[in-house]
């Protein structure tokens, strides 16, 4: 396995509102898991991480490479999961992984 890395990915984070009123809704996470799939076959080239989720469902990631579909993403992801409400937050670094079997493992963000 050979490390590579990125340089200027933007990650995008999601901060779930009052999520102690979702912590246990297994059909909000069906949703989202739905939701991260359209957008990730949506947006395959732009998309390089792919969506995952953080802390149950209380906040998610992706990463990607122009700024050109965040309003999309954030508008889709609001309007598809509402009434849930998030904070989200943009960084931007450099990012590590490792090919394995045709699969990017991303060990690293580094901001």
């Known amino acids: 396995m050979v490390e590579s890395k990125i340089s200027s990915i933007y990650i995008l984070y999601a901060d ?12 909000l996470k069906s949703k989202q898991s739905a939701i991260f799939s359209e957008m990730e076959s949506r947006f395959s080239e732009k998309i390089l991480v792919p969506f995952r989720t953080i802390k149950g469902i209380d906040e998610f990631e992706c990463g990607f490479i122009n700024l050109d579909i965040l309003l999309e993403l954030i508008i889709h992801l609001t309007e598809s999961l509402y009434p849930v409400k998030y904070r989200f937050s943009l960084t931007q670094g450099d990012i590590s992984y490792v090919e394995k079997n045709d699969t990017l493992l991303w060990n690293q963000l580094v901001f």
């Not at 779930?16 to 059909?27: P, T, Y």
């Open 16 to 27: 779930m509102i009052k999520s102690r009123d979702f912590e246990s809704n297994v059909e």
